[in-house]
């Protein structure tokens, strides 16, 4: 069973694929934000406050600026911890995968 693996945790391939698959479906909803100067302030913000590495504040500065600063009522999805975590200190409802 090879397969995706993170830490811990492993994945059968069959899995795998169901997730490559779930997300491909799901890529038509998303909007994709550019690195920006905005973005780079704004993680660079977070790396200050939160417990996060580079990447992680890069995504969750992405989800701020997708959501104009406004988090409340709108949902993050992770299945990192420290992330979710942090993005619920921000304002949004945190959803554990």
């Not at 104009?68 to 949004?92: I, Q």
Request: charged share 25%; proline share 3%; glycine share 6%.
């Amino acid at each position: 069973m090879v397969g995706y693996q993170r830490g811990m945790q492993t994945r059968a391939a069959s899995e795998t694929q169901q997730s490559l698959e779930a997300l491909e479906k799901h890529r038509q909803h998303w909007m994709e934000v550019t690195p920006l100067e905005e973005l780079k302030t704004l993680a660079e913000r977070l790396l200050s406050l939160h417990p996060l590495g580079a990447a992680e504040c890069l995504q969750l500065a992405s989800a701020l600026i997708w959501c104009n600063r406004h988090p409340r009522g709108k949902s993050f999805v992770s299945s990192d911890e420290r992330l979710l975590e942090a993005a619920e200190k921000e304002g949004f409802t945190g959803i554990r995968l």
